[in-house]
Structure formats: structure tokens, C-alpha cells
């Protein structure tokens, strides 16, 4: 605190000669401990004491003492409470404490109008004072630096505030870059005390830090740290940060480093432990390749609270080489241990952050929850709402949300509105009417050009198209029809266009047309940014879709609107269409993009199947082997392609003339809980393999047979793989001499897809009738062969005029007459 507690202590009770009769209760006794540093006891002594049949003055004195004692021992807002009291208001220096308890919340704003009324009531000399220095450092907080500089001038020929008031002026014209003036008040300045001339020294040392005479201000820092014993703790901190400033302005960051791991070594529950290491931070990220040691080692070691600060500081260095699971490692053991201390709540704030990034929304949700019992203040209990209530949002949790953002509306100093308008949001997601109208109508205030409103009236509209209610368009219809000139209008008008190309059938032509309409309407970022992305899938979706417009206008999104929420959508879209057009080098480069820049999104895994099967089919040097990486990297994720990308990785195998590994790969499908059309899929290739190394060991014909029948008999396989199996287990048997019973199964297939009522497969039917037509042939059994032509003539697939001609030639040549 800045005032002295024993002054306002003498002004307060001076002309009180109340006597009690009990001691232990009495004002000057319940005080005490406020003046000897111990604010908490002189709470409750206070308390107590109020709850006396006190005389009106008595009563009034030992409030604004509680409120005095509150605000000393941290809970600003019960002081405010407190100073609410209507008995108060005929004490001046009850604003002077409004001023204090609204600085220690961060409400500077609040702070800086009631020390100006104290200011302007205050009759005595000495609390006129401390409420313009309070003005001063409200000013200064809200970046009104001319504004304090003018109210700190007014104190300079104030004997017990010159000093002050010049040192601080001398800070806030260091901060403006006016060195000269600086150095001027800073001249006229006359401590008298050590603590005084240390921090004059201190000044000094900025000013010439800032004249850039690094070995000047550093020589100045270090003689204060020599003899911290003779300056403030504040003193002492901010002179560790301007070394590390010089140090940093120097390239010098490990030195800098230094100053403050020693620090942090000898002061492991220094109460402003936070900033330094949040100031080491700073300088590691500085640093080419800062060490970690340090932090690894006060992680571990039981003083807190060095090793939580360690531990979230530790993880965030891990974030930044790419090491997320030690990070989430890190602040996992942070929130486990971590005293019960607000200013590490910034740790679990960026743990909940992270996990909101990875998708675990629950466990975001409960490092949020651990986070309460930081005993935060009002400000922070509100960020934690407001960020509980944006993560359920996200998460589809609607009402949990707005219940939420209806909480943090309620906190002292809470961005209301704001809130109130989230809140609404999330009814209106939900479509309950009832507490949307609630909110909205305590937003609106009954103001009827309310902005905030009449976005709400859009919102609900965009809500309503996204649901596809059927009451969207009309909701949206009357914005545009309301609000012609609305900043916002843009959007309505491409939220209508959505609403078109997604009726059924899409109405292209009116959809592009109100892409057009919104253009013409001063389009915001947001409805440029949406209507780039639907002009995509217009031309996607049109007849004459030309795959090159796509690609053009894809590219374009991408690079107009790099942060946009659809980006992994429409990268998706541009590599599936370079696939499709056989552009495999630019599909593959940017399925790895959309990989890479979005590792834990839901399409990642998708994104890396197809690099790298684009790999496969580029035919690029050492395609092979970085096709089998990113097949690797899909089975790494566990996800729904993985057995799929084993077996992909099978066939690599078998292409590289590696069989047994392909075998033991496949053995792994069918071991493991791959789909039955994944399964298959391995049975096949195992006897593939099988029937490949039949040459050289005739015995691999019989394996194949055995693996083939095993697929010929699943009842529930799609004739595709039932005839795939026959026809190979044909091939087997035709390479192991059988031709009588390979022409029996090729027959068999025909049969099959002869019967009624059954789907047709042709690729395998043809393959078979026209290998059994062969088998005829070389046995010269003219007549059934024609037979075979004649079935696969009439099957009317997509081989049945090959067959319709070869029949014709076999009847030709050898004198076969139609029956």
C-alpha cells in the first residue's frame, strides 16, 4: 500500500476519546493489528466490535476501519461492500478508500473518479495528498500518462509528496521516451533516507538505459542488488527486470538469465514470484537455445511455490519445441500440487486453453473447476466464467454456456454486456425463447437503437439458418428489410445465399446472385470471408463444374483468409480436387499442409491416409518409403484408417519384395479389431502373397486355395470379394495343373451372378467367363465356349461387346451355327 497506515490511523481517531470498559474491544485495540501489518486479525476484531450497540460516530469510524482492513488484507470487494454503507457518506475519506479498494480490484476506471471526489472533499492536507497520488496511479494505470503527470505536478511542492510524486513522474516520462524531462525532475529530486537513494539510483540507472549507456545503468542496477538489504522489495524486483531489459537490449539473454534463476534460487516463495518467472520466460524465449535445467530441477523439488511456477513455465518451454504430451505432462503435475495461490491461476488458465485446443473439452473444463480453489478475485473469477462458458459453447453444451455467461454478468466489474450477449447466444442455440427474450431484454435495456440488440436480431436469424430452421430466412429477410444500412447487413444477405445452396435442390442461381447483393453491401471481413468459402462449393456443385475454377478459387480463399475456422476445410477440398484431376505432387503437398498446420484436428488423419496414397501414385523417387512414414503416422493415431493403412502398408511391402513382412502385417489386421471389409481385405492379400510365391514353392498354391476358400465361404461378403476369392482360388488351381477344376470354379461365378434377384458385379464375372471361355478353348470344346461368350455377351456389362465379338469370331472360324 502506498499510504501510511499509521497517518490515516491518527486522522481517523483523532478527537475520539472514546473509553471502554473492555479493553479487548475497543477501537483503538481493534486497530491495532491493521497498524502492525496484520489486517486479517484486525478484521475480525472489528467485526466483533460492530456488532456492539456502538454510539452513530463511534460506528462510523470503526466501518471505514474494517474497510481500511479489508482492502490491507486483499478482499477489495467486501471493502466495497462495506464503503456502500449510507452512514459513510458524510466521511470524506470514505471515498479515499472506494479509490483504494477500486485500484486493488483493477477497476481503475471506478478508482480514479473516486479519488477525484476525495480530492475534491478532503479538507486535511495529508489525505488530500495520498488521494492525488492515488488519481495519479489511476491515471497512469489507464495509460493517461499527461493526464497523471499534470496531478503528480501539483504535488511536487508538497514537502511530504515532492519526492514521490517526482520519482514517479520521473517513471511516467521514462515510459513516454521523454528522457530529457525525465532526467530533469529526477535532478530536482532530494532523498534523504538509504531506501530513498537506492531508489533514485534505480532511476538513474533507467534514464541512462534509456540514453543507451548500457554499462552505466548496469554498474547503477548492481549496486542496488549489492545492498538489497537497503532497498524496498518492489525496489529490488524492478531492478532485476531492467538488468534483464539492458541485457536483452544487449543480444546478451543468458546473462539476463542469470540474474534472475539466481533470484528465484534464494527466493523460492518470494510473494512476486509470478512476474519474475513470467520475466524469465521472456528472456528463455529470447534465447537460441535456452536451458531448461534449471526448471527441470525446481519441478522436482518440493518448495512451493517455486516448483508449480517451475512447472508451468517448464511446460510452456516444452510447447514451444513441439513437445506437447510433456507439456500437458507438466501442467497436469502443476495443477495436481499447486498451492492454493491466484497468481497461478494464469498456469491453469493456458493447461484449460490447451486442452480446449486438443478437443478435451471435459478435462478443460475440470483444470477450470481445480481453478477455483486458487481463492481467485472477482476479476479473475470472471475470466474463468467467461472462459468455462466459451469452452462449453464450443463443446455443443449450450445451456451449461449461457448459464455461465449469466453468472459472469452478475460479477462486480465483469464485462455485463458482453456476457449477456454470449448468453443469449447459447438460448438461442438451444431455441429456448423464454431466456433468450430474459437476456436479450435485460441487454436492450429498452433502448430501441440498441446495437448489441439489433445484432441479436441477426444472430438469431444466422442461429436459425445454421439449425436449418425454416423460420431463418424469414428472420433474416426482415433484418435486411429493417436494417438496410446495418454495418452488418452483409452477412444476412450471405447467410440467405447459404439458405439457397442448401435447399434441396440448391438453387445455384439465386445463391450466387445474393453472394453478388452482399458484395454490393460494404461486405465485413466475416461475410467476405463466408461467401469466398461458399462461391467453392457453388462451383463444386454446379453442373459444368470446372475443377481448375476450384482449384483458383480454393487457393485464393487460402490465401486471403489464412485464419479463417474453414481453412482445413477448403485445403481439404483443394488437395481432394488435385487428386481427382491426377495432380498427385500438389495433392500431396497439401494433404501434408493440412496435416502439419492442423496436427489434432479431425480431419488430420484423413489428410495424412491420402498424402499418402498421392505419394504411391506420383511415382516419385523414394515414394515407396515415404508413403510407409505416412502410413505409419495414421496408424500412430488410432483413429478409423488405421487398419486401412496397414494393409496399404502390406502391399508396400509386398512391392518392395518383402512377403513375410507383408504377412506378419496382415496376420496383425486380422488379428486386431479392423472392420470385416478390412479384414477381407488382408485375407486376400495374405493369399495374394501365397499364390506370388507359388512358383518357386508349388505347396504356396494349396495356402492360397485354403485363404481363398475362407473368404468364398463368408456369407456376409459383397460379391465383389466372393468372386475376387473364386476367381483367384481358379487361377490356383489352373497354375497347380487342376484345369478341370479351375474351369469349375470359374464357372461357378457365372452361375452366381446369374441368379435372380442377386447385384451384379462385372469386373470378377468378367474375369472368370472369359478365363473359363480360354480354358474351352485350348481344349478346343468350341461349342462351350461359344456357351461362356454368350453369357458374358448377355450380361450386358461393360465387356459384353468384347464378348459379343469374340463369340462372333469363334463361330466364324470354326463353323458354329446359333441355336
Known sequence: MRISRALLAAILLAGSNF??????????????????????????????????????????????????????????????????????????????????????????????????????????????????????????????????????????????????????????????????????????????????????????????AELHHPDRALALFETILKKSERAHHSLVIATLFAISDVQLELKTAEAADDVLEEFIEHHGNDPDLARVFAKLDQVYQAERKPSRTELTRWSSAPEQPRRAFAQWYLARAELRVGHRAAAVDNFRAMVSTAPKRPDLLGGFLEFAQLQREDHRFDDAIAVLDAARSLHPTSRQLAELGWL???????????????????????????????????????????????????????????????????????????????????????????????????????????????????????????????????????????ARERADYLNIWIEETSPNADSGKIILLANQFLRDHSNSNFTRDVRMKLAETYYRAQDFANAQTQFELLATQDPNGPLVEKALFFAAESALASMGSNSFEHALTLFGDVVKKEGELKWAARNEQAVIERKLTKPQDALAIYDEVLKGDAKPGEKREALCGKGDIYFEMGPS???????????????????????????????????????????????????????????????????????????????????????????????????????????????????????????
Not at 464503503?83 to 470514505?94: H, K, M, Y
Not at 477525484?116 to 497512469?140: C, I, M, N, T, Y
Not at 473368404?711 to 456376409?716: A, M, P
Not at 495343373?737 to 447385384?759: C, M, N, T
Open 19 to 208: 473509553c471502554f470498559a473492555d479493553e479487548a474491544l475497543n477501537l483503538r485495540s481493534a486497530t491495532r493489528p491493521l497498524e502492525e501489518g496484520v489486517p486479517e486479525v484486525a478484521t475480525e476484531r472489528l467485526r466483533k466490535l460492530l456488532r456492539k450497540n456502538l454510539p452513530a460516530q463511534e460506528r462510523r469510524l470503526a466501518t471505514l476501519k474494517l474497510a481500511e482492513a479489508l482492502i490491507a488484507a486483499g478482499d477489495g470487494e467486501s471493502a466495497l461492500k462495506i464503503l456502500g454503507d449510507p452512514q459513510l457518506r458524510s466521511l470524506s475519506a470514505a471515498n479515499f478508500w472506494r479509490g483504494e479498494a477500486f485500484a486493488s480490484l483493477g477497476r481503475w476506471q471506478e478508482a480514479a473518479t473516486a479519488y477525484d471526489q476525495a480530492v475534491r472533499d478532503e479538507k486535511d492536507p495529508a489525505l488530500h495528498g495520498e488521494a492525488l497520488f492515488g488519481k495519479a496511479e489511476s491515471l497512469r494505470a489507464l495509460d493517461q500518462k499527461d493526464e497523471a503527470l499534470h496531478v503528480l505536478a501539483d504535488l511536487f511542492e508538497n514537502p511530504r509528496w515532492s519526492l514521490r510524486a517526482r520519482f514517479r513522474a520521473t517513471e511516467l516520462l521514462l515510459e513516454k521516451h521523454d528522457t530529457e524531462s525525465a532526467a530533469s525532475v529526477l535532478s530536482r529530486a532530494q532523498p534523504q533516507t538509504a531506501l530513498e537513494k537506492q531508489e533514485r539510483r534505480y532511476l538513474r540507472g533507467r534514464v541512462e
Open 388 to 526: 468455462t462458458a466459451d469452452i462449453n459453447y464450443e463443446a455443443k453444451r449450450f445451456e451449461a454456456s449461457a448459464r455461465e455467461f449469466e453468472k459472469v454478468a452478475r460479477i462486480d466489474g465483469a464485462p455485463a454486456r458482453d456476457a449477456l450477449f454470449n448468453a443469449s447466444l447459447g438460448w438461442l442455440q438451444i431455441a429456448n425463447d423464454a431466456h433468450f427474450a430474459a437476456d436479450s431484454g435485460e441487454l436492450r435495456g429498452g433502448a430501441k437503437n440498441d446495437e448489441a440488440a439489433t445484432d441479436l436480431l441477426l444472430e438469431q436469424g444466422l442461429v436459425q439458418a445454421a439449425q436449418n430452421d425454416p423460420r431463418a430466412a424469414n428472420s433474416l429477410n426482415n433484418f435486411v428489410r429493417d436494417f438496410p444500412t446495418n454495418k452488418r447487413v452483409s452477412e444476412a444477405w450471405v447467410a440467405l445465399a447459404e439458405i439457397a445452396f442448401h435447399a434441396s435442390p440448391p438453387r445455384l442461381d439465386e445463391a450466387a446472385a445474393l453472394l453478388r447483393r452482399a458484395m454490393e453491401s460494404h461486405p465485413t471481413p466475416l
Open 697 to 819: 514353392a508349388p505347396e504356396n498354391y494349396k495356402r492360397a486355395i485354403e485363404i481363398y476358400d475362407q473368404l468364398i465361404s463368408d456369407n456376409d461378403a459383397p460379391p465383389h470379394w466372393k468372386n475376387q476369392a473364386l476367381f483367384k482360388k481358379g487361377v490356383c488351381l489352373e497354375k497347380a495343373g487342376d484345369a478341370a477344376g479351375s474351369l469349375a470354379i470359374f464357372y461357378r461365378v457365372l452361375e452366381d451372378e446369374g441368379q435372380p434377384g442377386k447385384a451384379r458385379e462385372f469386373f470378377w464375372y468378367y474375369k472368370a467367363g472369359f478365363n473359363a471361355a480360354r480354358l474351352l478353348e485350348e481344349q478346343q470344346k468350341w461349342d462351350s465356349a461359344a456357351v461362356i461368350y454368350q453369357k458374358l455377351a448377355a450380361a450386358d456389362g461393360a465387356r459384353s461387346d468384347e464378348a459379343k465379338a469374340r463369340l462372333a469370331q469363334l463361330r466364324l472360324e470354326h463353323f458354329l451355327w446359333e441355336q
